[in-house]
């Protein structure tokens, strides 16, 4: 059944039903695929039938013919033009930003040279800002933008493919995209204080930003999934100590999250990196999943899996084949068997197979091939086909 307070969609294909079943945790017979996301144009364009050169000339027709000949079920992030940053051999462009190499970072005219760098910004810029948009913040209107959004999107899919929501609920994260990795962890372990007030400031507002989310779920007849987005991990384990984020970071993303709680949508978090410390912590507040799992890194998929919401229900899992190890260095039949083990291990309701992340230039044509075969087949034949 649909989750109390929530008027689920109405697909009407059965790929994008087969979707909002499993987002429901219905028994289902297939395993519904989740957008694969190919970054070398060649691979897309073979996928979707489109001739060579043919992506750059027409990206959005071209990605979506590919998303609907892989056999998407489920699609949230919507970002068509995203490969064109990368040609054949990776990035093409030499912009370099806070935490790609830039010589300088200058914040509204404030050089972020140090971690006291930091801290004149937050309190002389960023505190202000924050304060003006919760002064200025009109629901009403968020409502109609929210729903405008993603009912443009899902009509730009079409029928057969189910538009998860994204991008429009909020939580404090850490600034490093603003001030750089280092200036901004200097601050974070000098400065504590400031960091929390930071966190605290942004849990403000999003929660205003929250309650307006809420709504448009009901109203809108949202389906009732939404994946949280932000690396807070790598290969070793969180950026920072997990102790200073049980203290300056999860009391306000709880806080924050509790409107689109109540409104019974299930949370997701995207991992990236050795997130097992706070997999327990997600899931305390309130979270009902997760999406990514960079299994060489120490994420225990099979373990996780296992694990109960803080309501004892079973978690939604967006499992996926990884892009970093597997796809790029693996043969096909290590795509198969990784594949196998992905449904077997996964959840008995709520399983969505994909990839771990994006699909980067280099992979094996075959690999990919293979994997796009998979996806069909589990899609058909679901737990019974497990190879």
């Not at 364009?45 to 060579?52: K, S, T, V």
């Not at 849990?203 to 987005?229: H, I, K, S, V, W």
Request: net charge negative; charged share 25%.
């Amino acid at each position: 059944m649909a989750c109390e307070g929530v008027r689920t969609a109405t697909p009407t294909s059965d790929r994008a039903q087969l979707a909002l079943d499993s987002i429901l945790q219905k028994r289902v017979k297939g395993i519904p695929s989740w957008l694969i996301h190919v970054m070398e144009h060649e691979h897309m364009e073979r996928l979707a039938g489109a001739p060579p050169g043919e992506y750059r000339k027409r990206p959005e027709e071209v990605y979506l013919a590919f998303q609907r000949a892989v056999g998407t079920c489920l699609l949230d992030q919507y970002i068509p033009e995203n490969p064109l940053s990368l040609g054949s051999h990776g990035h093409q462009t030499a912009a370099r930003g806070p935490t790609t190499g830039a010589k300088e970072i200058i914040c509204d005219g404030i050089r972020i040279d140090g971690p006291e760098a930091v801290v004149q910004h937050l309190q002389s810029v960023a505190f202000p800002s924050l304060h003006k948009a919760m002064e200025v913040f009109d629901e009403e209107a968020r409502v109609r933008a929210i729903l405008d959004a993603e009912a443009a999107v899902q009509g730009q899919l079409g029928p057969d493919i189910l538009k998860g929501p994204y991008g429009f609920v909020s939580f404090p994260c850490f600034a490093y995209g603003t001030y750089g990795y280092e200036n901004y962890f200097m601050a974070y372990a000098l400065y504590p204080e400031i960091i929390e007030r930071h966190f605290s400031l942004q849990a403000d507002l999003a929660l205003l930003n929250n309650r307006a989310a809420a709504r448009a779920f009901t109203e809108g007849g949202l389906p009732p999934l939404y994946r949280l987005d932000h690396d807070m991990a790598d290969s070793r384990g969180t950026l920072v100590d997990i102790r200073t984020l049980d203290c300056l970071w999860f009391p306000h993303l709880a806080r924050c999250l509790e409107p689109v709680l109540k409104a019974g949508v299930r949370l997701l978090w995207h991992c990236d990196g050795n997130l097992m410390q706070m997999v327990p912590r997600l899931l305390e507040a309130g979270l009902r999943g997760f999406q990514g799992f960079q299994y060489e890194d120490g994420m225990d998929y099979e373990r996780i899996c296992k694990m109960k919401s803080r309501d004892g229900e079973d978690l939604i899992i967006i499992a996926g084949v990884s892009v970093t190890r597997t796809l790029p260095y693996g043969t096909p039949q290590d795509v198969r068997r990784e594949m196998g083990w992905l449904v077997k291990s996964g959840p008995q309701t709520g399983l969505f197979l994909g990839c771990s992340s994006s699909i980067t230039p280099g992979v094996p044509w075959r690999n990919l091939e293979t994997l796009v075969e998979g996806l069909k087949y589990y899609q058909k034949r679901g737990r019974e086909g497990v190879q």
